[in-house]
C-alpha cells in the first residue's frame, strides 16, 4: 500500500473523508485547497471499505454457478471495468466542477438523468441496508447461540431485529463522528475473514469432484449480479477525489487502481475460488454458513455481523437525506428530532421488512446487481462519459484529461485550458470550433464506453429474467 503520508495509520483515518462523513448525493461543503485532509493512503482505505463487504461471503456460491475459470474471469472483468468507470467519473467531475454523482448526471444528462440517479442511489441505499440485516441475521444468531445455547428469544429474525433496534439511535443522528473508524474496522474484519481462508485451504488443500471450469447452463446468470454488486462504490469517488489534498490530486488513478484491480480484485478472486474449490455446489449463498462448527469462523462471524451492525448506521443517514432531496424536502424542518426520528424508523422498518422476505443474502446482492447497481456502476458513467467526449469534441466547452494522471490534454485548437473557462462563461453563444484533438483519440475512448453499456445492460436484463425466473431458488 502507498506511504501513508505525515504520520501513522491513525492520521490516515482522521482524514478520512468518507470515515469522518457518510455518503450524501448532494455535494460535500465547499472547501479550501489547505482544508482538504485526504491522502493516497486515506483515499485507498476509504474506496477499498466501500466496494468491499458482504460480496466476499456470496462470490463462492457465484463462481459455482458460473464454474471456476469462466466466474474468474467475469470477476476480473468486473473489476477493471470498475475501475474504468471510477477514472471516467472523476474526470467528468474534474471537467464539470461538482462533487457528486447526481450534480455530475444533471450537468451531463439533465434533470432526468439526475432524478434516475437519485433513484438508483436510493435503491441501492435500501438493498445495501437489507444486504446488512440478512448477514447478521445470518451470522449473529449462531455466534450467540454458541455461547448461550438454543432459546426462542435467539431465533434468527428476532437477533437480528435485535440488532437493528440498538443501531436506531445512531442511524436517527444527523451526524455519526463517533463510527469515523468503521472503514478501517471493517476492512480488517474483512482480512480476519481472508486470512481465515487461505489457512482452511492449506489445512486440507483439495478440489471437490464437482467443481467445473466452465458452466454453459443458464445459472451464470445467477452469479453475474453479485458480482457486479461486489465492485458498487461509484458512488462515493466524487467525495474521495474532492477531499484529496491539491498535491495527491495527479494520484487519484494510482488509488484507482491499487484499490479495486489490484487489491479488491484479487481478494475477491481468491477468496471465492477457495470457496468454491473447497466446497464445489454445496457451498451455500453464505459461506459462513458451510463452517458453522470452525471456531476461528465463528470470530469471523462475531466481527463481521458486528462490522455490519455498525455500517447500517453509514447507510440510514445517506438513505435518510436523499430521500429529503429526491422530494425536495426542506433539510432544516425534516431534521427536527419529531420528524427525524419517525423517518428513520420508518427507513429502518422498510429495509429490515426486505431483509425478512428475501432472506438470502445472494438474493439481496442479485437484486442490487442486476437493477439499480448496473446502472449506478456501469450505464450511468457511461452515459456521462459520452457526454463528456461530444461537449469536447464538437463545442471546446470540455477538456480532455490523461487516464494516467488525469491531466489536462491541451486542445491544439486552445492556447491553454483556460480558454475553455472563456467558452463555458458564455453558455449562449453558438458552436465555437471543432477539436484540434485527432479522431482516432475520441474514437478510442468512446468505443469502451459504448461497450460497457450495451454489456451491462444486456447483462443485467438477462440476469433480471433468470432472477426472476428462478426466483425460489436463488
Sequence with gaps: MAEIHGGNMNQAMMASPIAANPITCASPTVKQDEEKKG???SSIINLLATAM??????????????GAVLGGFFLLGAGVSCAYTLV??????????????????????????ARLTNVCLILVLVLASAAMSVIMKDLAPLVLRSFLGSSKLLEDHLVALYMNVLMFPLAAQKEINVLRYTSFCALFCLGYFFACLIVKFFQDPHVEPTVVAINPKVE????LPIMFSAFLCQFNIFKI???????????????????IPLMACMVYVIGGLIGYLLLGTTVQNDLLKNWANDEKFTIARLMLSLTNMFKLPLLMIPLRESIIDMFKLNKETWDRPALRYPLCFALMSLQFGIACSLSSLSKVLALIGC????????????????EHLRRAEREGTSILHSFSNLSVLTDPNLSNPSDVERLRAEPEAPRRFVSGHPKSMFFSRKAPAWTLIIAAL???VSSLINLIVNWDKA
Design 458 to 460: 444486456v447483462a443485467g
Design 88 to 113: 471516467i467519473l472523476v474526470m467528468c467531475a474534474r471537467d464539470s466542477k461538482r462533487n457528486s454523482f447526481e450534480s455530475n448526471a444533471e450537468f451531463f444528462i439533465g434533470p432526468i438523468g
Design 53 to 66: 463487504g458482504g460480496g466476499l461471503l456470496s462470490l463462492p456460491r457465484a463462481l459455482a454457478e458460473c
Design 241 to 259: 477525489d474532492y477531499e484529496l489534498k491539491p498535491e495527491c490530486k495527479k494520484k487519484i488513478t494510482q488509488v484507482i487502481l491499487i484499490s
Design 220 to 223: 451464470m446468470l445467477e452469479g
Design 371 to 386: 437493477t439499480a447497481g448496473i446502472l449506478i456502476s456501469f450505464v450511468l458513467p457511461s452515459m456521462m462519459f459520452l
Design 39 to 41: 491522502t493516497v493512503a
